[in-house]
């Protein structure tokens, strides 16, 4: 008799083969109906598509290219998307596609803007026309005539409109609550006279109101108090409190070389954070002494500032006014707060302040007097005749950021 002869480590690898397979076809059967709740779909968002606008930001006239101009849209979540003209006034902004109305604006948008509807493409780069990125004027802007001063001139050098009003028409506040913007030139100021209380009076009340102030060289006696200028500190009269400002009239004629430009906006705008300024005349208004928490300064000379601004004042018993063009009434300045970026002022239609309040937005500028208008207040400025060299460009941003 045969004996069959058997290949047991054949025979054990085919009975773990099998066991592996059973396993393996169990553990599928099990996954597969398997009603675990932390099971994870991996899902894809896709990406928003995007587009470009470009253009150039100019003068209503056309005559000058504007820097700092912020041009801004949104998405349908209220979502910002932004960009700043340079100093040549071009800027590039980026967002999504589909329809847009694209917002150019200086300052908080409530006296110079701009409104262009857009058709955003995808991956392509819209070209605006310079015809619709002139900034227009929406303030109604008046000025007192000085002697030595006429900024007037520049205003108009830009296409823009302003009213020539007198000393006495200051002293009435229904005739200067007409006005978003009041230009006070050097030398507009008589001598200290018996209506002084009611024209300082009405100045408070109109910044408090959101009225904007420019003054220059002399003119800070209308800030301070004194005559037709100011000769020495804690000078009767005047609205802002002493202990903010005291300016001086012991400047000398010449020029003073590499002033620096102190204001990064103002820099960016420019192109250029050094110049040099040329005072034709002597006894121009010198800084003394300025409240660094009320006062942010522009352009200094050293440790000595020659142009500062705030819209920190605010005088709590102002009486309620309603200031300048009616016809701005539907538009609201907000304080508009982007993702991941620093917060925006910017004016918009009052019909959207809802969408922007939903957004965690706030009602007001971003800094300083929610209420209150700029003052602007600069040591040297245009002159009544003669080239006034890179000072005309400051001015000119002075004006549209006002």
């Not at 108090?225 to 000769?231: A, I």
């Not at 003669?386 to 950021?401: C, D, F, K, P």
Request: charged residues 10%; negative net charge; proline residues 2%.
């Amino acid at each position: 008799m045969h004996k069959i002869k058997t290949n047991h480590k054949k025979f054990n690898n085919m009975k773990q083969l099998n066991f592996f397979l059973i396993a393996a076809m169990i553990f599928l059967f099990i996954g597969c109906n398997s009603n675990d709740t932390t099971e994870v779909n991996e899902t894809t968002t896709p990406a928003t598509p995007m587009g470009k606008v470009s253009g150039k930001v100019l003068s209503k006239n056309g005559a000058k290219e504007i820097g700092g101009a912020l041009v801004f849209t949104f998405d349908e979540n209220s979502k910002m998307y932004y960009a700043y003209s340079g100093a040549n006034g071009e800027f590039t902004l980026e967002a999504p596609e589909g329809a847009h109305i694209v917002s150019i604006q200086t300052g908080n948008g409530s006296n110079f803007r701009t409104e262009v509807n857009v058709n955003i493409k995808k991956n392509e780069t819209t070209v605006l026309d310079n015809t619709v990125t002139k900034l227009n004027q929406v303030a109604n802007m008046a000025y007192v005539k000085g002697t030595y001063d006429d900024i007037e001139s520049i205003v108009t050098g830009l296409g823009y409109t302003l009213t020539q009003i007198t000393y006495n028409d200051l002293k009435v506040m229904s005739t200067i609550a007409q006005y978003d913007v009041i230009f006070l030139n050097c030398g507009s100021k008589p001598g200290i006279t018996a209506d002084d209380p009611a024209v300082y009076n009405n100045l408070s009340t109109f910044v408090s109101n959101g009225g904007s102030l420019y003054a220059s060289d002399w003119a800070v006696a209308y800030l301070t108090g004194g005559g037709s200028n100011s000769t020495a500190c804690n000078m009767a009269g005047g609205f802002i409190p002493d202990t903010k400002l005291c300016s001086i009239n012991t400047g000398v004629s010449g020029t003073i070389n590499n002033t620096s430009i102190t204001d990064v906006n103002l820099a960016n705008a420019l192109g250029f954070n050094t110049l040099n300024i040329h005072f034709d005349l002597g006894s121009w208004q010198k800084i003394n002494m300025y409240d660094t928490t009320f006062w942010d300064v522009m352009v200094k000379n050293n440790n000595e500032a020659l142009m500062i601004k705030t819209n920190k004042y605010h005088d709590p018993n102002a009486t309620q006014v309603a200031i300048g063009n009616s016809s701005t009434n539907g538009w609201i300045t907000i304080c508009h707060n982007p993702s991941g970026s620093n917060p925006v002022t910017i004016t918009i239609p009052q019909s959207s302040w809802a969408a922007h309040q939903a957004h965690g937005d706030s009602m007001g500028a971003c800094n300083g007097s929610s209420n209150s208008g700029n003052i602007f207040y600069t040591a040297f400025h245009n002159h009544a005749s003669g080239n006034i060299g890179n000072s005309g460009l400051i001015l000119q941003y002075i004006i549209l950021n006002l």
